[in-house]
């Protein structure tokens, strides 16, 4: 088990990695982009790539765990501290050129005040960028069909992970992180875009991320089916 687990991990990071890539290839392709909003940037590492690839001029982000958005200042991003998902972000109307969120929706309850939000501080003809783990990847449908838990559900308790799936990584850990890490949904590609259309946002493409237990790069050609998903859209001009 502990082999198995390790392979699992090993595949997570590969394509992970990728994902990353992908939201840099979304960023280039739309760019550049002045301002540009990061939710969920934690300590600002990843921020910094996307500001990069952006081009962008002024960088901000939204984190709940003040520690984490205490490092991201420290780095030049002028961070709130301050729920995805709860109230309004404290940003003017259309003031915001991109919107990255990189593994945050899947820890979020209120989705609509999620995109409601994002709608609102976004230019006119502005573009957000969602990425997520993915409800239809290979592995996800896997465990279904044995009757457990999708894997990217293992740690929806805040207590313990790994509850429904005895393949799940860190399967029985006690989790300490609080309950930021828990994942509350994870979605599928189609599910997202559907979501963001209902707020006015204009489909634009998907990138996909791993395909397990193959190579990460398998999951590019088969993103409704690949481990991590990025959704690319616009708002309406």
Excluded at 15 to 23: G, S, Y
Excluded at 28 to 41: A, E, I, N
Excluded at 197 to 218: D, K, R
Aim: proline share 4%; charged share 15%; with cysteine.
């Amino acid at each position: 088990m502990k082999i198995i687990n390790k392979i699992l991990q090993h595949m997570y990071v590969q394509a992970e990695l990728l994902n990353n890539q992908n939201i840099i290839k979304a960023l280039q392709k739309t760019g550049p982009h002045s301002t540009l909003l990061d939710v969920g940037c934690w300590d600002g590492v990843n921020t910094q790539v996307w500001i990069t690839a952006a081009h962008a001029e002024k960088s901000l982000g939204i984190e709940p765990v003040s520690s984490a958005a205490a490092k991201s200042k420290k780095r030049g991003i002028k961070t709130f501290v301050v729920k995805a998902d709860s109230g309004k972000w404290p940003l003017k109307d259309g003031s915001v050129d991109c919107i990255v969120s990189n593994q945050v929706v899947e820890h979020l309850s209120d989705l609509d005040s999620f995109f409601a939000q994002a709608q609102r501080v976004l230019k006119p003809g502005g573009h957000i960028i969602t990425s997520t783990n993915n409800l239809s990847s290979l592995h996800n449908i896997f465990a279904l069909l044995m009757g457990w838990a999708p894997f990217d559900l293992t740690n929806s308790s805040s207590f313990k992970w790994g509850i429904g799936n005895p393949l799940a990584t860190h399967r029985g850990e006690n989790d300490k992180r609080g309950l930021t890490w828990t994942h509350k949904t994870i979605y599928t590609a189609h599910w997202l875009m559907e979501w963001q259309q209902v707020y006015g946002f204009i489909p634009l493409e998907i990138y996909g991320a791993g395909l397990y237990p193959l190579p990460a790069v398998f999951g590019r050609y088969v993103a409704k089916y690949s481990a991590f998903i990025t959704t690319l859209c616009q708002k309406r001009k």
